[in-house]
């Protein structure tokens, strides 16, 4: 690579909006929640399906996401990706029963587990040195940013032209950045890697997360300990045996498991996911604590969001210029105290002020614990796998999102009915003892490095 392409930042800037639009799909859904339900006359399981449904296709498939932009060319899957996100999209918006609704959520997933990857690869070969750590913070803040920023753009597009435009709103997104990419992506050029794709293990892995989540997502109706739900968990542990059986036995598996066996990997990795289904689980009480029993309107409840997105922000931000300083570990411990504090509010006190209270404390501890993890993760990765690892990464923020709405739900679940108050009572207390927890394993499993100020963070 002689001289740098001068539309290079350009190139980030379009590919980075598509990320933003691929996290903000998790979170901007959540305050929609009750319209969706009422309009559609959805059961609790199938609302909660409505979040999952998205979060599971886009974690299980993104290991394959990514291994097909290595072998296929990342243009192709790029685009492929974005035309699939954005007409389901649109099919998604036009539901008018749970079918269309969760089969539409089901394609965007499909498609964001493309796009996401494959745009990651992109920016990781189009720049070189310190313009790639200032590309990766830019994408980093994107795909932070949208998540907070989903929940108060859900506000004021539910409230306004309604609960559809939260999905038609990335039909004339998707169509600029797609015809603006097609003429600016470079050609993919001869096939660097060559093998075949790992269908079956892309498959071993969602059926077995799928699996987990809907026995989670049943467990308040069925009995957490009752035979069907424990007996579920345990086909989920089987399928995930015959993955890593699979695995070491293909010439070109979906991943080295070997990487798995690094703390810090491994650390990191278990540190985001609690700290991605920590966070959903607020903003899925909050949303329905705020518009149930308050009875405030989509709009009111997005705009006491705010608070809460920028304290996301303001986390990460603070935790970026501390982890070089300090190392992952204090960064990680007081994010998750922090955490555990902030919830610790609403499931102490009940009130609109107290929700919002504990989930902005709570968030500035979440937004840091992001940066922690990424830099865990990374801190023992060698350059050739910062592609697996930044696959990793992606698909155990999607399943932490998964969970923390399958687990919280069936927490809450008197509550999410409209009968009392005691189910999200119980939920951010559950929120707060696991938040607790975290910060006494960070403790003893995040190990004790000072990360190089090089490292990349990729959320």
Do not use: C
């Not at 998790?26 to 199938?46: K, Y």
């Not at 794709?197 to 077995?208: I, K, Q």
């Not at 690094?262 to 991605?276: D, E, K, N, P, W």
């Amino acid at each position: 690579m002689t001289q740098p392409d001068p539309r290079r930042w350009r190139l980030l800037g379009l590919l980075a909006i598509a990320q933003f639009m691929l996290i903000l799909d998790v979170t901007v859904v959540a305050i929609a929640l009750p319209n969706i339900e009422t309009d559609l006359g959805l059961q609790r399981e199938t609302l909660t399906w409505v979040v999952s449904a998205y979060t599971l296709m886009f974690g299980g498939l993104m290991l394959l996401g990514g291994r097909a932009a290595d072998l296929l060319g990342s243009r192709r899957v790029v685009l492929t990706g974005l035309a699939v996100f954005t007409l389901a999209s649109l099919a998604t918006g036009l539901a008018n029963g749970p079918e269309l609704l969760l089969g539409g959520r089901v394609a965007q997933g499909i498609g964001a587990a493309m796009l996401s990857p494959a745009a990651l690869s992109i920016v990781t070969k189009t720049f070189d040195g310190e313009e790639r750590n200032k590309a990766l913070g830019i994408w980093s803040a994107m795909g932070g940013g949208g998540s907070a920023i989903g929940v108060l753009l859900g506000g004021l597009l539910t409230a306004g032209p309604g609960w559809q435009w939260v999905f038609y709103i990335n039909l004339p997104i998707g169509v600029v950045v797609f015809v603006q990419l097609l003429r600016m992506l470079p050609v993919d050029g001869p096939r660097e890697e060559q093998g075949r794709l790992d269908v079956p293990g892309a498959l071993l892995v969602t059926a077995g997360t799928g699996a987990a989540i809907y026995a989670l997502i049943n467990a308040a109706d069925r009995g957490w300990l009752s035979v069907a739900t424990l007996g579920t968990l345990a086909g989920a542990l089987v399928l995930y045996g015959i993955f890593a059986q699979v695995q070491r036995s293909v010439r070109s598996p979906l991943m080295d498991l070997r990487i798995l066996a690094r703390r810090s990997v491994a650390a990191g990795l278990f540190m985001l996911l609690v700290a991605t289904a920590l966070m959903i689980s607020m903003f899925f009480l909050g949303s329905f604590y705020l518009q149930h029993f308050k009875q405030y309107g989509a709009l009111r409840t997005g705009l006491l969001f705010l608070p809460v997105a920028l304290a996301a922000i303001a986390g990460a931000h603070l935790a970026g210029q501390l982890v070089g300083k300090v190392g992952a570990r204090p960064v990680v411990l007081a994010a998750f105290l922090i955490t555990a504090a902030g919830v610790t509010v609403p499931a102490v006190w009940e009130g609109a002020a107290m929700i919002v209270l504990g989930m902005t404390v709570g968030t500035i501890g979440l937004g840091a614990a992001f940066v922690g993890a990424s830099t865990t993760t990374f801190a023992q990765v060698a350059p050739h796998e910062a592609g697996l690892a930044s696959g990793l990464l992606s698909t155990f923020h999607e399943f932490g999102a998964s969970i923390g709405v399958a687990v919280v739900s069936s927490v809450a679940a008197a509550s999410l009915a409209g009968t009392v108050t005691t189910g999200f009572t119980r939920g951010f207390t559950f929120a707060a003892v696991t938040a607790a927890l975290a910060a006494v394993l960070a403790l003893v499993t995040v190990p004790a490095l000072k990360p190089s100020t090089g490292g990349v963070h990729v959320h």
